[in-house]
């Protein structure tokens, strides 16, 4: 079956260490895209990607990088720098963007607690 | 600019309709609706673009106001399965981001 994985489901890290969450699509989708969601705010966009080895900053880019090396493959490392990283984290897929609007295909997410 | 949804919240009783709205400050490209239940993935409903075509999964009605930058979803008849959390998200002129509103939480009581 063609979808999002996002792994670990649940992941803890002591503050000051750099983490990365693993996103991977089988929908052969040029779009890729990382959000931030905390209660109450909604989704917020971090990074997205229309292609390989390509990327642009989102809304609340700062403290986080990504990269795109392959199509089906869109890692997100939360650094250090990021001051308050405990959130779920939702990666999405979509066919393309710009200019056209398709329907954004979400992973089931990974919810991270620093401590 | 985040789009504003309203209500923030809604309870209905089953077989009830809600209407949920979403507006912007600035002219509209597209409207996106996802649902999502706690703890899960958000899920595509429809996809509202400029000049009229609509995109949809399920048997859920929505209109988009182009002049007054605002989308509204029509929830009819609702189903304890409609409980959740309704996102707008919208691609606005200038822009290729998809920009989600903060959200309206249904729920749907027997």
């Known amino acids: 079956d063609g979808g999002i994985t996002q792994s670990p489901k649940y992941l803890f890290r002591k503050e000051g260490q750099n983490v990365t969450l693993s996103c991977e699509q089988n929908l052969n989708h040029d779009a890729m895209y990382w959000y931030r969601q905390d209660p109450g705010q909604g989704l917020r966009l971090i990074y997205y990607s229309q292609i390989v080895n390509d990327f642009q900053k989102g809304d609340i880019a700062e403290g986080y990088s990504v990269s795109r090396e392959k199509k089906e493959s869109f890692p997100l490392t939360v650094t250090s720098a990021q001051k308050n990283p405990t959130a779920f984290y939702l990666c999405?897929?979509?066919?393309?963007?710009?200019?056209?609007?398709?329907?954004?295909?979400f992973g089931p997410g990974t919810r991270l607690t620093v401590t | 600019q985040q789009p504003v949804q309203s209500p923030q919240a809604v309870i209905l009783r089953e077989g009830e309709d809600a209407v949920i709205n979403c507006s912007s400050s600035?002219?509209?490209?597209?409207v996106h609706w996802y649902r999502q239940k706690h703890g899960e993935a958000p899920v595509f409903l429809m996809i509202?673009?400029?000049?009229?075509e609509q995109k949809g999964h399920e048997k859920i009605s929505a209109s988009f106001n182009e002049k007054k930058q605002q989308s509204s979803l029509y929830l009819t008849a609702s189903q304890l399965s409609y409980s959740g959390t309704y996102f707008c998200?919208?691609?606005?002129?200038?822009?290729?981001?998809?920009?989600f509103g903060k959200g309206t939480k249904l729920t749907v009581n027997p």
């Open positions: 509202l673009l400029k000049g009229g």
């Open positions: 998200g919208l691609i606005q002129g200038g822009s290729e981001k998809l920009v």
């Open positions: 600035k002219a509209l490209y597209s």
């Open positions: 999405a897929s979509s066919r393309r963007q710009g200019g056209d609007s398709y329907e954004q295909y």
